[in-house]
C-alpha cells in the first residue's frame, strides 16, 4: 500500500514514515503543497495523509485541487487545527477523514487501514486459488496459513491479488514497490514475478504476461 504523507515538520514526517513502514506501507514524504501535487499529478497512491498547515499552499486548497481533478484517493487531514468550522469544511471538500494533532498511532494506524479497505470495497476478502490477502496484516495465505515473502514480494503479489483477473501494469507495480526517490528497474520487476510464479504454481493460480501492458493474476483453470 503506498500512501502519501504531506507534513512539513520533519520529525514528525520522518517518525510517520519510520512506523508506517515498519507496518508495511510504502510512505512518500512531501514537506510542501507544489511537491505533493506533483507526486499526485504522476503516481498513483491508495491513501493520502493531508496536514492543513503547509509552507506554500493551504491544504484545503491542495483538497480542492484534487478532488477537482476527480481523483478518488482517499485523503485523511491530520492537523493541530480542531475547530468545528475546520473540520466541516474539509468533510465537505472531499475529505474522508479528519484527525486532530496531538493523535494516537494506534488510531491513526486504525483509520488508515478502514479508509484503504473501504476503497477496495472490503477486499481483506478476496480470495484466488488457495490464495487469500490479509492487508491489516500484510500477509498472504495459502489456505489460511501466511506464507514467507519478502517486502518487495508482498508489494508484487498484493497488488496482483487486489486487481485479481485485470492487468496491472510494470509502471504501476513499479509505483507501488518505490518509496521516496528509489526506483524500481523493469528487470527487477521480472525477477520478483519470475520468484512468484514459480510459488503459485502448486496453489490454483497463475502469473499470466500480458504482452506490452502487464501481468494478470487469475485461478488456474487447466488443473
Avoid at 476478502?125 to 490464495?131: A, H, N, P, Q, S
Amino acid at each position: 500500500m503506498r500512501i502519501l504523507l504531506v507534513e512539513d515538520d520533519t520529525v514528525l514526517a520522518d517518525g510517520l514514515t519510520h512506523v508506517l513502514g515498519q507496518s508495511g506501507y510504502a510512505v512518500t514524504a512531501a514537506a510542501a503543497g507544489a511537491y505533493a501535487e506533483s507526486a499526485l499529478l504522476t503516481q498513483n497512491f491508495d491513501l493520502v495523509i493531508l496536514d492543513l498547515g503547509l509552507p506554500d499552499m493551504e491544504g484545503f486548497e491542495l483538497l480542492r485541487r484534487l478532488r477537482a481533478r476527480k481523483n478518488p484517493v482517499p485523503v485523511l487531514v491530520l492537523t493541530a487545527r480542531d475547530a468545528l468550522n475546520d473540520r466541516i469544511k474539509g468533510l465537505e471538500w472531499g475529505a474522508d477523514d479528519y484527525m486532530v494533532k496531538p493523535f494516537d498511532l494506534r488510531e491513526l494506524e486504525a483509520r488508515i487501514h478502514a479508509l484503504i479497505r473501504r476503497r477496495y470495497g472490503g477486499f481483506g476478502d478476496i480470495k484466488v486459488g488457495r490464495l487469500s490477502l490479509d492487508t491489516l496484516n500484510c500477509q498472504v495465505l495459502v489456505d489460511g496459513t501466511p506464507i514467507i515473502l519478502s517486502a518487495r514480494e508482498y508489494g508484487v503479489l498484493e497488488a496482483l491479488l487486489i486487481h485479481a483477473g485485470r492487468v496491472v501494469s510494470k509502471d504501476r507495480i513499479a509505483q507501488r514497490l518505490s518509496a521516496g526517490n528509489d526506483e524500481l528497474g523493469d528487470n527487477a520487476i521480472e525477477v520478483y514475478i519470475h520468484r512468484l510464479r514459480k510459488r503459485m504454481e502448486a496453489l490454483g493460480v497463475r502469473i499470466r504476461t500480458v504482452r506490452g501492458l502487464g501481468y494478470l493474476l487469475e485461478k488456474d483453470t487447466d488443473g
